[in-house]
Structure formats: C-alpha cells, structure tokens
C-alpha cells in the first residue's frame, strides 16, 4: 500500500517526502485554508506542492458547483504541472465533469466517497482514483472500516480497462485518522492510504521502538563511558 499525505502544508509534505516513503500528496478547501492561503493564492501554491511533489500525483480540488464550471477549473489545475490531479466531489455534477475531463486525458481523483454505489459510479464515470472516507463514520459510531471493504470489493469485481487515462482504478483509503485505519486499509488491499501529517508521524513510531531506543542510547553510553 502507498501512502500519501493529507495536507497542504508545504513544510509538513518536505519532511514526510525527505523520509523517503511518500508517494503522493492530496489537499482539499479546508487543508489549504488551515495554511492561512488567499484565494489568488490557490493555484500557485499547488504549483508549489507539485513542483516540490515532482513525479507524484498531487490532488488539487475544484472548488466549482456546476458540471462545466468544473470541467474548466479542472483544465486549468490540471494545466499547473503534469503530476497534478483534479479531485471532484462524487454528485450528479461531479460524474459528468469527471467523464469529460478523463476523455481529455485529465486524471481525476473522485473524493467524498461513503458507498459502494458511489464508487462503482466513480469508476463508471472514469476517475482514476476513489476516496471512500473511513474517519468520518467512526465520527457517527459506524464502522468506517466495513465501508471501506464494501468499496475495495465491488472495485476489485471488474476490469476498468478503457474506463479512465491509465486503464485503472485506485483506492484511495481517505478520512485516517489513526494507524489502526492504517492497518485495516493495508489489510483490505486498498491500494492507497491518504494520512494527515500528524497521523503519519504515528506511523512511525511505537512506544515499545521508543523504550528500545532509550534503552540503546543508555547502553552505548555506557560503553562511550568506560573507553
């Protein structure tokens, strides 16, 4: 499973890419707008992200209501660096917007997913990328994992070949919020896990790591000690 990170942070993306693991970035209207951006502001700093991401696929949201306002805003994000991503809100105006820009050969990562259905009319429609979202249940007392397998499922049921630019369709497991969404993902077979910063750091460690390193230092101490 890959992992991408969740944030539009600029600080956040050149640290988690200097661990040598990250292999895609997504951002969305409230990720950018925890960054303290302006509007006029937008596109050049996805520029940024892309050029700082160069080789991995960034998403930049459209931010558009109607079908042909997307299908133009996702033009011109997807103008901004060959590695950018158009990411559109799964709904009646999202589908359409999605299969115009894939038959130009724009990529689209299609997000807000809660369902199955939604996400086979995803792949239908031809995005390249799914975001069923698993954090957001567990925020209602449901069981964000069991939805996530429904989707990885249904997905996996058919051959998207011809459907979208790269004749293929990825999971992307959204909405983590812990490493044990982490897991479950893993342990689904989604193909991606997109992960806030703070969660991923998570990832890396484990208190029993901690407790082993501590204990190394204080040993090598010793010996430093007695030279």
Not at 25 to 49: C, Q, R
Not at 51 to 66: F, I, K, W, Y
Not at 95 to 112: H, I
Request: a negative charge; glycine letters at 8%; one cysteine or more.
């Amino acid at each position: 499973m890959k992992f991408f990170i969740d944030t539009a942070n600029l600080d956040e993306i050149a640290e988690a890419k200097s661990w040598g693991c990250l292999a895609g970035v997504t951002t969305n209207p409230s990720l950018y707008a925890k960054t303290g951006g302006k509007l006029a502001d937008f596109e050049g700093h996805m520029s940024k992200i892309a050029e700082l991401c160069a080789g991995l696929p960034v998403s930049a949201e459209a931010t558009s209501e109607d079908a042909e306002a997307m299908v133009a805003e996702g033009r011109r994000l997807a103008a901004l660096a060959p590695n950018i991503v158009v990411k559109l809100p799964i709904c009646e105006a999202g589908l359409a917007a999605t299969r115009t820009l894939a038959d130009e050969g724009v990529r689209v990562n299609m997000t807000l997913v809660f369902s199955a259905p939604q996400a086979l009319l995803a792949a239908n429609a031809g995005a390249r990328y799914i975001s069923p979202f698993v954090g957001r249940f567990d925020d209602l007392g449901e069981d964000g994992v069991s939805q996530l397998a429904d989707v990885i499922a249904c997905i996996g049921n058919y051959d998207w070949s011809g459907k979208n630019v790269d004749d293929t369709v990825e999971i992307i497991a959204a909405s983590i919020r812990t490493p044990h969404h982490v897991t479950q993902a893993a342990l689904l077979g989604a193909d991606i896990a997109t992960v806030p910063f703070a969660a991923l750091k998570k990832c890396v460690h484990h208190p029993l790591t901690d407790r082993g390193l501590e204990g190394f230092k204080a040993d090598w101490n010793k010996v430093i000690a007695g030279a």
